[in-house]
């Protein structure tokens, strides 16, 4: 039900694909820049009119778009926490963001769902407690629902692989 691959989120054929936005829902660097620049216009556009709705997203919370080119029918896009010394909740708003794209998921009954290692680029979150939240997030929700029967964690780089690996086999 959970597996752990190296490789390319945007080239991950599930129903649903993360991305690790930014409030703005505009598009930036790291995995957002992949997806929106893979995904093509109608990522964007679709982030745009989200925007004009709700003024972007919230740290924690998920809103849902068109995958529009990728072999996925739809992008999660949550926005996880910078990491400020873990002062400032930061873990509790990364398990959020989890919970709520997890959430999101099962309400457009997304079978298959892949995460990226969110928070832990530019945001600086650590990559070990951050996989820990992650993982221990995503069994917590898969439990306790009957829709969503696959969550695969894609980590881009051997680094956040070789930490995943070890708390999944916990």
Same mark, same amino acid.
């Given at each position: ?11 991950? +054929? ?36 989200? %925007? ?34 873990? =002062? =400032? ?6 398990? =959020? ?10 309400? &457009? ?5 892949? !995460? ?17 939240? +992650?993982?221990?997030?995503? %069994?917590? !929700? ?6 969503? =029967? ?9 680094? &956040? ?10």
């Amino acid at each position: 039900m959970i597996e752990l691959i190296k490789g390319d989120i945007t080239k991950i +054929a599930v129903d649903a694909i993360v991305n690790a936005a930014n409030s703005s829902l505009l598009g930036g660097g790291g995995v957002d820049g992949a997806i929106h620049r893979d995904g093509g216009p109608a990522i964007l556009e679709d982030c745009r009119k989200i %925007r004009a709705r709700q003024g972007g997203c919230k740290t924690g919370e998920a809103v849902i778009t068109t995958a529009g080119n990728l072999p996925a029918q739809y992008v999660i896009h949550t926005v996880g926490p910078v990491w400020q010394n873990g =002062q =400032q909740g930061e873990k509790e708003l990364l398990r =959020q963001a989890y919970y709520n794209s997890l959430k999101l998921a099962a309400k &457009n009954n997304v079978l298959s769902i892949s !995460f990226p290692n969110i928070s832990t680029g530019i945001y600086g979150f650590p990559k070990g407690q951050a996989a820990s939240i +992650a993982i221990q997030t995503v %069994r917590e !929700f898969i439990t306790k629902q009957a829709i969503i =029967q696959r969550v695969i964690f894609v980590c881009f780089d051997e680094e &956040n692989h070789a930490v995943y690996q070890p708390i999944l086999e916990e």
